[in-house]
């Protein structure tokens, strides 16, 4: 049984995907399985995908008949994992060389841990290096403040037994599908966060983000007014740490005791957008 699992979902992937299968194969170790999802592409994914799992037996190829969308995919791909951790990754985007074991390694130090994320490179459409994803939170990047922002990025992984416990990932949720599977584990289990920097994450304007922007920000509020209050009664906030929480989760519905802080949240999200240094005592 392989020790990691990978899903890899492609919808019209042909531009990118055999780079990120590639960036698996050139991993620095080899106990893993790739699980390819074809969402129904109409272009060369499935040939590609194919091509390289005639080659690797590692490699199974799933397509789907009919366009499912990514949450779904996900779903089916990790229906026929068998890894003890599992993660997954996007057709455009690629592994360090060293990303798996990294993330395997953190994981076989901390038993308690059932999820690491890691840092990331942020490149353009070329491969050119753009900035690191951890430079811009406001907060450092901690399972609290999931609350404040999605700070997991693109490399992470996390455990089966934890994957069991949370369940499959919600279809309704396309566009923040894994925001809301962050904030579960959170919620459910124990997220830890490094700084290594293992996976290059693409930015590219034909990508779901990038052409779903409006999808994005309303499925993305309506998980944080799903999750503020447990995550308020799990986790240790400051009042202005709520403040920020429930500015962020809902503008009409925010409590009055809060509005004293709103000013100060907008001025400090400025200075971070801007780079400017501010002190935190000031807020």
Known sequence: MPKVSIILPSYNGEKYIAESIQSIINQSIDDWELIIVNDC???KTLKIANSFAEKDNRIIVISNESNKKLP???NIGFEQAHGKYLTWTS???IYKYNALEKMCEYLDSHPNTDMVSMNMDIIDEKGNFLHEFSNYFVY?????YLMDSCNIGAAFMYRQ???QKVGSYDTNTFCAEDYDYWCRIALTGKIDYTNDNIYMYRLQSESLTATKQDVVFEKTLKIKQKYATQFFNKFPYT????ALMWFKASKENRPAKYNKYY???KLKRLLVKLAIPYSHNVF
């Open 263 to 265: 000013r100060s949240i």
């Open 91 to 93: 057709d455009d985007n």
């Open 140 to 144: 450092k990047r901690n399972a609290e």
């Open 72 to 74: 779904a995919s996900l």
């Open 161 to 163: 037994t934890i994957a």
């Open 41 to 43: 592409s109409s272009d």
């Open 239 to 242: 009042e202005k740490d709520k």
